[in-house]
């Protein structure tokens, strides 16, 4: 039986939330407990309604969804983050999964997708599809920052093989399932090396894990 996701949706533009709202609700699984115009908001409101998974605007007039996301991340028990966007990768995309977002999804994006969406982050996936993974991970292999090379071989010679198989699987946007699968092993097992290696790679969720494993030069 699925567990009852509870969302917080934060954008400035009314019917964007009320469209948001209307198809998150048409799901029996999903639960809206709030809704903000603004980034300065969402802190409170994650505070007020405890919710599991924020979709959270970009572009807002006082707060970005850049710094609310990075915000709400540093809070006990943070919720996850998926931010919305109407552009495909680009600096603020970048910049939210810097944040601890744990994807983006278009604006555009089907009620399906969206729906989809919600449910992968609360089962612990990414909510980036495949080319937007590569797009990605291709700006942070071509970036530049030779120290940030250096500090992502250092910390993944920390991991055991096995460890070190469940990244190259996550960076090459594998779900838990499908890492599960290709390494003969259960969901729960992935999702406990996957807590193990975001402890010590230092970083908060798989997306951060994919860009620390294609830094160090292990996907390539």
Not at 181 to 193: C, D, E, M, N, Q
């Amino acid at each position: 039986m699925l567990d009852t996701c509870r969302v917080l949706l934060v954008d400035d533009d009314p019917l964007v939330r009320s469209g948001l709202r209307l198809l998150l609700t048409s799901d029996p699984h999903v639960e809206v407990v709030g809704e903000v115009a603004d980034g300065d908001e969402v802190v409170e409101a994650v505070q007020r309604h405890a919710p599991d998974v924020v979709l959270m605007d970009l572009r807002m007039a006082r707060t970005d969804g850049v710094e609310a996301t990075r915000a709400v991340r540093r809070l006990p028990r943070a919720p996850h983050v998926v931010v919305l966007t109407v552009w495909d990768v680009d600096d603020a995309v970048l910049r939210s999964l810097d944040a601890g977002a744990e994807g983006f999804l278009l604006k555009s994006s089907s009620p399906t997708e969206i729906i989809a969406a919600v449910r992968a982050v609360m089962a612990g996936d990414a909510v980036l599809s495949p080319r937007s993974t590569r797009q990605v991970l291709d700006h942070y292999r071509d970036d530049g920052d030779r120290r940030a090379v250096e500090a992502a071989q250092a910390a993944l010679a920390g991991l055991t093989d096995r460890e070190r198989d469940v990244v190259v699987a996550v960076g090459q946007g594998l779900s838990n399932a499908e890492v599960a699968s290709r390494l003969y092993v259960s969901v729960a097992t992935v999702k406990a090396h996957l807590a193990t290696i975001q402890t010590k790679l230092g970083v908060r969720n798989r997306v951060q894990v994919a860009v620390r494993a294609e830094r160090a030069g292990l996907l390539r």
